[in-house]
């Protein structure tokens, strides 16, 4: 019975996106990016897209499809891309003189992808999503801004699978994607094999410890909360649905029955990190905080949490303001440098 109500509600959520299953028929193949892909995959042209041929209609991502609207207005106008891509750039070393070609990964609408291409003036950015629709939105963008006409390539395409040909990337670049893919040990895989010797891949994802310390922390405002009397309140339903988050999302990635049923599927640890560089050949990995400033690394989670649910303007109760900042207060820099719910990932082919 068990199963049945958990296939049950995996059908549930599944989405037919009907209209990739109808734009591909009947549409030639696109020739043209042959040099680029794997032997065996094959491309159509859905406007200024190339699209996998093999791309599956059917998506379990909600967020990426019928809700790629909200999702991009969510993101897209996030002012903190360009120093995030930034950082990531310092901690990788990248000579941002040179002539690149960049991956990025899970782009969506772009934020990652214009971010870089600012940075990386001289670079070619490759951006791929499994969304469609979210890829749609960057290339019209993309088609509309002179600069970026030319240097920005769209591919629609799932990361499992292997899509471009060997040895092609210099640099590879995924902003809050790994923790969405249901085996990423596959699909980096995948990726490393498009990378030349020496190449890297930058991934900023959540970080284990620290999601943890979040949890301490959600607790500590329902606790706050209810003092107040106001704990059956949107915040307060919000901690406990941030609280199970993390829990369902706890230890080494490992598909279980309600993974496929998660957005965000995984939160990752150093230890999982080095086992996977050294599964994927890889010579060096490095983990790094997201934030150059941790002083108030705890209470800028909790405002990016509101802000990523749509809640950024929840009202907050003073005391509970108090709560979250007692977590920086307590903690020291040294810790945190530990402790940091968000960290830029540097591997090294």
């Not at 049950?8 to 990016?33: F, H, N, Q, S, Y």
């Not at 092609?168 to 990378?195: C, E, Q, T, Y």
Request: charged share 25%; aromatic share 6%.
């Amino acid at each position: 019975m068990r199963r049945w109500q958990a296939n049950l509600r995996k059908v549930a959520r599944t989405r037919l996106d009907v209209r990739l299953m109808v734009r591909g028929i009947g549409r030639p193949d696109e020739a043209d990016a042959d040099a680029l892909l794997a032997p065996g995959v094959r491309v159509y042209r859905d406007g200024p897209v190339l699209v996998d041929r093999a791309l599956s209609p059917f998506h379990l991502a909600s967020q990426f499809i019928e809700n790629a609207q909200t999702y991009h207005q969510r993101n897209f106008e996030r002012l903190d891309f360009v120093d995030l891509i930034d950082r990531c750039l310092k901690l990788a070393d990248i000579d941002r003189e040179r002539t690149l070609d960049v991956l990025d990964i899970g782009s969506g609408s772009g934020s990652s992808v214009f971010a870089t291409c600012r940075l990386l003036p001289r670079a070619e950015v490759y951006a791929t999503d499994i969304s469609p629709q979210l890829l749609g939105m960057l290339a019209r963008f993309v088609e509309s801004n002179e600069i970026l006409r030319g240097r920005v390539h769209p591919f629609c395409f799932d990361l499992h699978r292997r899509f471009f040909r060997a040895d092609k990337f210099d640099l590879v670049i995924g902003a809050a994607i790994l923790h969405h893919l249901l085996d990423p040990r596959a699909a980096l895989a995948n990726v490393v094999d498009s990378m030349k010797p020496g190449g890297k891949m930058i991934f900023v994802e959540p970080l284990e410890a620290g999601s943890l310390v979040l949890t301490m922390l959600y607790a500590r405002v329902l606790e706050v909360l209810a003092t107040l009397g106001d704990g059956d309140g949107t915040l307060a339903q919000l901690m406990r649905a941030w609280r199970l988050d993390v829990q369902c999302r706890l230890g080494p990635p490992a598909a279980r029955p309600r993974t496929p049923l998660l957005d965000d599927k995984w939160v990752f640890d150093a230890p999982y990190l080095i086992e996977l560089a050294g599964l994927l050949g890889l010579a060096k990995v490095e983990i790094h905080p997201a934030q150059h400033d941790l002083t108030n690394v705890f209470e800028s989670a909790f405002r990016s949490m509101l802000a990523d649910s749509g809640h950024a303007a929840l009202p907050i109760p003073g005391p509970v303001h108090d709560a979250v900042r007692e977590f920086d207060r307590s903690i020291g820099l040294d810790l945190k440098r530990h402790l940091s719910p968000t960290g830029i990932i540097v591997l090294t082919k």
